[in-house]
Every structure is written in C-alpha cells, then in structure tokens.
C-alpha cells in the first residue's frame, strides 16, 4: 500500500478530541485578543502589545474571518478543541521538509490548565503519526516560559529564539 505524500498528508483525527468549527475559530479570535489584555497585565512587551491589539482589533480581526472560515474547512489543516482550549495544526512545506505547524493556540481562560490539557491529550498521537510519516513538527510562541514548556511536552524537540522575538519549537521525526 503506497504511504501518503507527507507534503499533503492533513494531521489525524484523535479519539476524543473534537474537530474545531467555523463557531470554535470565531471564539478563539476574540480569545486571542483577550490573551493579548492578559499578557499586557503579566509583563508582557507593552508598546508591541498595545500595537498588536490595535491591529486586532480594527483591522486583522474584521478581515480573517473569511479564512478563519476557510481554513477550518483546508484539507491541509485540523483544528482540535475541548470547548475550553483550541489548537490548530496545519500541513505545510517549509523548506524541504514535510512539517505540521502547530498554532493557533488558544483557551478561554488562561492559567488553568485546558491549553496543557488538550495537549496532553493531543501529542502522543501527533508524535507517532509524525514519525511514522517523516513530518516535523514546529511550534511558535512568544513567551519564554510556554517555550519551554511546550519543548518539554515533545521529546527531542529544541527551542530556537528568533529575531522577531517568537520562539520556534522544532522536532524531527525520529526512526527515520
């Protein structure tokens, strides 16, 4: 039986985690911009804050809606929830390399557990369905603490800090 082509190969459905909506990525926008209020009040950058909320606000939010539609419904992506947290993982080619990018990510109400709870729930089948295939996975974050954190969570993965001031979290699959 011939494998799927990893370039186009859309991350797996997961027993017990639900397939995010249009409604669900409706929800995780005005999440995303509350995060932002939420960094602002635990020492986030202010000046790079106040200008990303701005631009949410007014003019990034009024404008994704139609490809927050359209991405829910990409054969190259999957958006999971647990209707406290959602987390987004879209194929893609970055360089040579078939990779997942795990984004996207966001929860109701920071600080109590669901975003670790959906991932717990989440990575142990996103790692082995990745080695198996050959995929990389790479996730991006702002903040110093869930860089780590989420290195931690998938094993072997190293955490690079970019120009932009994000941090990439990368894996390579193993066995390969």
């Known amino acids: 039986m011939p494998r ?13 985690i639900a397939e995010a909506t249009a409604r669900d990525q409706l929800t995780y926008l ?22 990303m909320m701005f631009g949410w606000v007014f003019a990034v939010v009024p404008l994704l809606v139609p490809i927050v539609l359209a991405r829910v419904r990409s054969p190259r ?3 999971y929830t647990t209707g406290q947290a959602i987390l987004g993982v879209v194929a893609q080619r970055r360089t040579l390399e078939p990779t997942w990018l795990l984004g996207d990510h966001a929860v109701a109400t920071q600080r109590h557990g669901h ?8 990575l142990p089948t996103l790692v082995a369905t990745s080695d198996h295939h050959g995929i990389v996975l790479i996730a991006e ?13 998938l094993p072997g993965a190293t955490i690079t800090r970019r120009r932009n001031g994000t941090y990439q979290i990368r894996r390579a699959p193993r066995g390969r």
């Open 77 to 79: 992506s999957r958006y």
């Open 141 to 153: 974050t702002r903040s110093h603490r869930l860089a780590h954190q989420y290195a931690a969570e």
């Open 30 to 51: 005005l999440w995303q911009v509350r995060s932002y209020g939420y960094e602002w009040t635990h020492g986030g950058p202010r000046f790079t804050l106040a200008m």
């Open 4 to 16: 799927t082509t990893p370039a186009v190969l859309r991350p797996p459905s997961v027993d017990g």
């Open 115 to 122: 975003g670790k709870a959906l991932r717990d729930a989440l």
